[in-house]
Structures are given as C-alpha cells and as structure tokens.
C-alpha cells in the first residue's frame, strides 16, 4: 500500500523484504467497505471484488436448553447503505498481494527487493530539521546471510496481558454461511471463503498457558484445533479433507507510543499496533495507516507541503489504534467468555449482550466511523453548530486556536474530518453516471468541490463567475492540475501540456440545475479547462439529477447542502473531508492551503521569439 501510494504520486520508492516471496497461503483474508473503497481510489479493486467471498449475512448459533447449539439469529454483516461497496469480503492474502504487485509494476519509480533485511537504520541528528538532507542510512544485507536485524527505532507500548490461545485454519468448506457459535466449550468463526474453503477462527479452551501467560506452540497441532472444533459443535460433525493453511495466535493488544522518529523514520501497521484478528481489523487498518501516511510524505519530498503535515500521521492514525484496541478487548472479551446460562448468572455472556456489540460495532469495524480531529489539515467548525453528541463544535479550544476555520452548516449531513460518502452525479455533457469517489482518484491531491447550486439562475450563475474569478487570481497560491490530465504511471498522459500536470489541487464541478436549461459553455473557462493537446475537459462538470438508467442520485440531499446556493468543499488526498464554505470565500480557501503548502516560487519572464512569455 506504501509503495502503491509513493509510485502514483511520482516518488522513486524501494520495498525491503526479508521473504523469497509473497505470501502463499493463510494470514489476513478480510477486508472491510472502507478498505475496498481506497482500493478502488487505486483502480484494484475489480480483481478483488469479483474473486472473493462476499459476507453478506452473520448467523449465531448458542447452546439451547436441550444442550445442542442453534441458530439464534441472522443479521447483516455491515451496515446497510454505509458504502458503495455493501459487505465485507474475503480473499487469500496472497492474491491480495498479487493484486498489488501487478500494479505497482506498471511504475517505473518502484524496486520490489526480496531476501534482502535492514541490518541498521542510523539518524544523523545535525541533518533532521533540513528538510532536503538524507538525515537517515540505511545498510541492507542478504537475507539468507543469516544476518539479525536491529531495531532501530526505540518505542514504549502502552499493552494489555495476553489471553488464551486461539487457531485459524483454512480447510475444505462443509457450510457456505458466516458462522458465529458460543458454547461451553468455547467459541467458533466459520468464514466462508473462496474456492470452496472455509476459514475457521476455534478458541482452544483446553491449552493452559505457563506462569509467564505464555503457551507452548509446539504442543498444537491441526488435531488439537480440529478435536477443539468438534468439541464446540458437538453434536454436529466436523471433518476435512484438505487443509490449506494453519496457524495459532494469542491475543494480546498493543499500541506504540510514537509512530515516527522525528518524523524521519515512520511505523505503521502490526509494527506499531497489534491486536486480535477475528474483528478483520489487521491488514485493513494497517493499509489505512499508509494510505493516511504515503500523500503526505510525496508532498513533502516534492517540497510542495510543509514538513508539519507529517506530525498529523501520529495524531490522527494513533488516535484510531487507541480505537481500535478499545474495540478489540471488547470483542475479545465477548468471544473468551463463555455462554450465558441464565438471569442468575453474571460471570457468563448473553447472545443477545454478543450481538448488540456487534451491531454497535459495525460502524468502526467497517473503517467508515474513522474521524481525524481538527488540525492543519482539516479545519476546525466555526458555525457553532452542535454535534451529535450535544457539544458545540464551534467553540475555540487551545487545540484547535489558529487552525483554518470552516462551516459545517453548509453541508449538515457531512462531517469535518470523516471520509466523504459517495452518491451517484451525471456527467454534464454526457449524460453518464458516475459515484462521486470514482472521480476522485488517489493521486496525492486535493479535490475542490464546487458543489454550484442552481445555475439556471442568473444570480446563483454570478456567484459562480465571481468564484472563478477569485480562483483565477490565485492560481499560483492554489495551482489547479487539470482533471483529464492525470499522473499515470509515472509518465505525462497522452503528452498532455505540461502546464496542466502540475498542481496541488483538482477543481470539479457539481451543479443542481435542470441540465438542459445550462450549456457547457455557459460555465466560466477555469471550470471548463482546456488543453491545447487535448481539447475541452468534458468530465469537469456534473449534475445532481436525474440519469437515463440509473435514477436520481440525490448528493445536495445526502451532503445535506442547499440546492440553489450551494457550497465549496475540499476533500483530501484521502478522500476525509478537510474544509467547507461559501463561494465567495475564496480567500478563507486561500488560507486553508496557505496554513500547510510552502508558497511556490512567481513564474519568471522569459523571453521567447521576441515575445514575452511566463514560463
């Protein structure tokens, strides 16, 4: 995810791995709705979608009067209608791997090493704080030399003790439903996966561990988990004929108390923050770190943004580990405990106390619930409107004083610092639909959303002229980079005017009028850009309308914006949303980006055929 994000934003990147190879079997198979929507911000995630195991529905099974378990209750796995992408799905981390390999080979910036170990990674002190000096060395080695590896990177945990030991195995599928059962005995997953394989999580109530918390390894086998499973489903049988993959864990959460050395040496993932799997939190969480983190180091090795945005990576994803760890002994303690077996009994968990976790656990575990508190890179609600839990979000606090000021109100149904929910808009000139995030690719930029109200009206049409025109002014201060115009592959597209590669931001325009009462024309130029190369840019412009196939997508009625006068909002690289306001002010929008982007140097006159021009 690291590389994928360094290589599409143009930066020269090298992958250190110890292993020969990928992943072959086992390990994480899980990925969550937020997951697959960055994947597809990447254009990967198809492959995925259409060769995994779609966990539409979670079933519970509990022991009954009679001794036997049942099915309790059926529900569905996610919350329906949080994403574009309905349910977790399930799928081999090795093909996931592969996935992202055959698309990182499409860069030429990227140089996957394997059997290769960093044996030291050494920082110069006096090179920190200068932001283009090589401040870190690393010294790499063959793998198979039989080298250990240092850890050069001195970090406390804040942890919690470790429990009994569970298992996971990948064996041939007897049953094609997500399976979660509780009984005397302990507790039991059953994932459904693909090519007939199902993935069960089996809790080994039996393996004692020694004084330390420790367990001996060694002492479990495939039969020990498959006796442990019988015992669970007892009276139904349990048996395979192929098993592909095995492995045991103990669970026991962890959170480091820095995710970088000064900035200059990051962590990310299991390096930093280790918990149970059975949630499907691991590789999704950690794919998230890097996605937060991979934009911000492009910006600040192109020397496009100021070093201080790196400091938010510990801010923002730390805080989210925290969550996470929350989460997970929550979960965990659900899961060891065992079933409830009536009113009198308080040490035992109730079906009804294990499913009502999960619901409310639904929105974190699918990554959509992530929301990165107010810093230089998401401004702070200055509308004094009250959030959902009563407090007033305009309030100044110490934390929050000198960050960019924005207004909530203009948007109601969004929030600052939570990932933007995408609805279906019709492109302009087309009539196509399209889901507003396929249109925000991850590319390291910011978008610009010029969500422009009714312009069939001549007054809300001025409004948006007057927009333009304060763009237009600060087209060095808010350098725009053309939509049709994309960095791809590390190569200019279609040798596309240089003049339109570059640029901090992309402008798209998202009206609500009548679309064939408004001409394409009609628009001010900057929000209709052209390329001398490449002609008119026809995908800059959409309608929150009716389309011919595929109904009204109503995106001002889910942002909760006004139709006829609209907002201006501006989403991260990430995708979270980082700013609002009125159209007029261009300059608060100025300040957002002033308060983190290095101010790029006046374009120089230059003479040129014996014409003046601005190079």
């Not at 994000?5 to 709705?33: E, F, L, N, P, Y």
């Not at 989210?320 to 002994?329: G, K, M, N, R, S």
Request: proline fraction near 5%.
């Amino acid at each position: 995810m690291a590389a994928l994000c360094m290589a599409r934003c143009g930066i020269k990147t090298r992958v250190i791995d110890k292993r020969d190879a990928s992943v072959r079997a086992g390990r994480a198979d899980g990925i969550q709705c937020r997951s697959l929507e960055i994947l597809d911000s990447f254009d990967i995630v198809d492959p995925i979608w259409k060769e995994s195991c779609h966990m539409a529905e979670m079933c519970m099974w509990n022991p009954g009067s009679d001794g036997l378990i049942h099915r309790s209750s059926r529900m569905s796995n996610t919350i329906p209608g949080i994403s574009r992408f309905p349910c977790t799905v399930v799928l081999d981390q090795h093909r996931i791997e592969a996935v992202f390999l055959e698309e990182i080979k499409k860069f030429p910036n990227v140089e996957i090493c394997h059997n290769v170990e960093p044996i030291s990674v050494k920082m110069g002190s006096d090179h920190i704080q200068v932001p283009n000096s090589h401040a870190v060395t690393v010294t790499l080695k063959r793998a198979r030399e039989g080298l250990s590896s240092e850890h050069p990177v001195t970090n406390g945990f804040d942890e919690t003790p470790a429990q009994r030991p569970y298992s996971a195995v990948d064996q041939s599928q007897f049953n094609n439903e997500t399976v979660k059962a509780n009984a005397e005995s302990g507790t039991i997953m059953i994932i459904p996966r693909e090519d007939g394989l199902v993935r069960i999580y089996c809790q080994l109530s039996t393996v004692a561990p020694d004084h330390d918390g420790r367990f001996d390894r060694s002492s479990i086998t495939p039969d020990t988990i498959l006796e442990a499973a019988q015992r669970i489903i007892k009276p139904y049988q349990l048996d395979y004929k192929h098993r592909n993959w095995w492995g045991i864990y103990q669970i026991g959460q962890r959170v480091g108390n820095h995710f970088s050395a000064q900035e200059r040496i990051f962590l990310a993932g299991d390096a930093i923050h280790t918990h149970s799997p059975k949630a499907g939190q691991g590789m999704n969480v950690s794919m998230q770190d890097t996605y937060n983190l991979g934009w911000k180091l492009a910006m600040v090795v192109k020397g496009i943004a100021k070093p201080a945005i790196l400091k938010t990576y510990e801010t923002e994803r730390r805080t989210v580990a925290q969550e996470l760890i929350a989460f997970d002994q929550n979960y965990s303690r659900l899961w060891s405990s065992r079933p409830k077996k009536g009113m009198e009994d308080l040490s035992g968990v109730s079906m009804a106390e294990f499913e009502g976790a999960f619901v409310q656990q639904q929105l974190f575990s699918s990554g959509i619930g992530v929301h990165y508190s107010p810093n230089i890179l998401t401004a702070k609600d200055s509308s004094g409107t009250t959030d959902a839990l009563g407090g007033d979000e305009g309030s100044e606090t110490p934390s929050t004083a000198g960050l960019p000021s924005s207004h909530q109100h203009l948007a109601s149904k969004t929030v600052l610092g939570k990932r933007v929910q995408s609805f279906k808009v019709v492109n302009h000139c087309d009539a196509r639909s399209w889901h507003l995030a396929n249109l925000l690719k991850a590319d390291g930029i910011f978008h610009i959303l010029l969500f422009a109200g009714d312009v069939s009206q001549p007054s809300q049409m001025e409004r948006v002229r007057t927009f333009a025109n304060g763009m237009t002014k600060r087209s060095r201060t808010i350098p725009l980079r053309q939509r049709h115009v994309p960095i791809t592959h590390g190569n200019n597209l279609h040798g596309a005017s240089s003049e339109h590669t570059d640029g901090i931001a992309q402008l798209l325009t998202i009206h609500s009028a009548p679309r064939q009462q408004v001409e394409f024309h009609d628009f001010p130029a900057l929000l209709r850009p052209f390329d001398k190369d490449l002609g008119y840019d026809y995908n800059s412009i959409f309608v929150d309308g009716e389309s011919y196939y595929e109904g009204h997508g109503h995106a001002y009625d889910g942002y909760g914006i006004d139709r006829t006068r609209g907002c201006v909002m501006v989403v991260r690289p990430d995708h979270h949303l980082a700013w609002i306001s009125d159209l007029e002010d261009v300059p608060g929008l100025e300040a957002y980006f002033a308060g983190f982007m290095v101010e790029q140097p006046p374009p120089v006159l230059r003479p040129v055929g014996g014409e003046r021009r601005l190079t």
